[in-house]
């Protein structure tokens, strides 16, 4: 059966795929199928996620000794705190990322999982998939554990600070969660749900950016029949979304790095640290793991980002064959990568409510955590709502 590359639009077949393979897009190396362990065992490993989260969630996840005081937190706490510090903005965004999305996506998985198991395929089946399917880059519990690690390294010398059991759930959730693209080949699951189909005789055909599924051009502008998306021959509006978020988030970029992204209050005063003295305090007390992680997160990947996407842009409006299959592999990075940028913003949330020792110590948020986690969300959605195929269409008209 045949199968249409979401990123370049190429038209290939997959062949029978033994054990731990993986089958590639002839073009632009995007990963179509790949051999995995099964739905039944699938299901099992994502049931056990599923109970993790909810675990993490429900029991603290660490604590902080100083003076005597003991301050446990829980992953809701970074969200009672940025409420109560009147950043409903972040709060909400913090509560999706790290609470809300993870448990949604993995409850979605498992029921359409369970569906399939049982040989059921209710209407909704493809939807719930899709569902599922979109949230799993908005899910952060592994950013959330790249957060946490960073604060233990910084805390430990000056606080008595421990991982707590909601915090190794959070750990072994993050792991597994990263394990999912192995344990289960979506395109698998979108052929249990409805078969891939052939591409129409006598007509030109295109595919559903969401499930790969190939349909007759005439279908365009209806829903897909596997996965009910609506069908486009390319995103609409593709350009003009992506352009518009790209500028917002250059608008962005001044506040971000130039406030201070939280104030610690301590005996000797109150000290104010923009993402880069951030960096830099990091390098200088020799914590340089956290250091290198940081200044990663919050300066190198927002700026790859940031000009990767400009590139993109300009190279639909100036079409050249030239590196397209590098630039389509780009665009994937950097569509991957970019939720790890919410690493600093984590680690406002959580040291909030962890080190606040009135009079010892304290860590509020500062005006820069807004901006940067709008920065980081607009460009994500500007990365999802760029068409990489735009790209191809230019270049081989432009001949
Ligand atoms: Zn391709
Ligand atoms: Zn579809």
Redesign the pocket.
Known sequence: MAIA?A????EQDIPFMPVSTVAE?V????VLDSADSGITAALAWITALLFLLIAANAVPVGEVMLAGQTHIGYIASGVVELGSEDWPVLSLMFALFVIVFPIVRTGTLVMVLVAIWLRRRPHWLGRLYRLSQNLKLWSMPDVMVLAGLVIFARTQVQLNSQVLVGGWCLVAAAFLNMLVPWLLSPHHVWRKIMPDRNPPQNEAAMSCDACDLIVPLSMENTPCPRCRRVLWLRKPNALNRATALVLASYVLFFPAYYYPMSYSIQPNGVQPHTIISGVERLFSAGFWPAGIIIFSASILIPILKLIGLSWLLISVKLPTQRGLALR?RFHRLIHGIGRWSNTDPFIVALMGPMISFPSLANVHVGRAALPFALIVTLTMLASRFFDARLMWDAAYEHL
């Open positions: 590359c990123d370049c639009g190429t897009c073009r632009c190396g995007r389509t």
